[in-house]
């Protein structure tokens, strides 16, 4: 299985900061024959279930704010909040779905 | 409207056999990938496995394999997670989810969670 580690576990930042969270692969997520990347970001949020923010690594899905951006190609991601609101309090998680599906153990990300 | 509505919250006892369900509406049921994720409480979400109700194609997480059981009724547009025999430690919250509509099989699509609580 591919496994996926995010970096931090943890951060807090204060209201309109810059949030940067890291996930890496533990082999490449990416596919030559269509040149995508096979890696999606999702918010967590208590009492509500997973939200997709992110997918093919750098798509915004629908209805996501573009403070949210992903980036990143092969085993290196990054998902960055550019300037983090209240309402972004949550944990995000990182997930491959080159081969199977795994996800990150998760980044919190809280208002310092 | 897509939706996956997932069957209410249940508890059980150690040793005792469960069928929780995610009924999806609004896209091609058959048409996607529909995965179980599991997210034991103050815990990550884990992958547990997947299935492709158009011809039942599934696939376990290592973790997942042997623990539980994932099949589909298309005639009704329903996903399961099924249990022999449960332990404790399956008490969690299951999320289902659906890669309807999307370009590939990232999980666009969840349903509203239930929550599994084993204890004797």
């Known amino acids: 299985d591919i496994v996926m580690t995010q970096s931090p576990d943890s951060l807090a930042l204060s209201l309109g900061e810059r949030a940067t969270i890291n996930c890496k692969s533990s082999?490449?997520?990416?596919?030559?024959?269509?040149?995508?990347?096979?890696l999606a970001w999702y918010q967590k949020k208590p009492g509500q279930p997973p939200k997709l923010l992110i997918y093919?690594?750098?798509t915004r899905a629908s209805g996501v704010p573009d403070r949210f951006s992903g980036t990143g190609s092969g085993t290196d991601f990054t998902l960055t909040i550019s300037s983090l609101q209240a309402e972004d309090v949550a944990v995000y998680y990182c997930?491959?779905?080159?081969?199977?599906?795994?996800f990150g153990q998760g980044t919190k990300v809280e208002i310092k | 409207e897509v939706q996956l509505v997932q069957s209410g919250a249940e508890v059980k006892k150690p040793g005792e056999s469960l069928r929780i369900s995610c009924k999806g509406s609004g896209y091609g049921f058959t048409n996607y990938w529909i995965g179980w994720v599991r997210q034991v409480p103050g815990k990550g979400l884990e992958f547990m496995g997947i299935?492709?109700?158009?011809?039942?194609?599934?696939r376990y997480s290592p973790s997942f394999q042997g623990q539980v059981t994932i099949s589909a009724d298309t005639s009704i547009n329903t996903a399961y997670l099924q249990w022999s025999s449960l332990k404790a430690s399956d008490s969690a919250m299951y999320y289902c989810a659906s890669s309807a509509y999307g370009s590939g099989a990232y999980l666009s699509y969840w349903g509203q969670g239930t929550l599994l609580t084993v204890s004797s």
């Open positions: 997930q491959q779905y080159y081969n199977s599906w795994t």
């Open positions: 093919w690594a750098s």
């Open positions: 082999q490449s997520v990416f596919y030559s024959d269509n040149n995508k990347n096979y």
């Open positions: 299935i492709f109700p158009g011809d039942s194609d599934t």
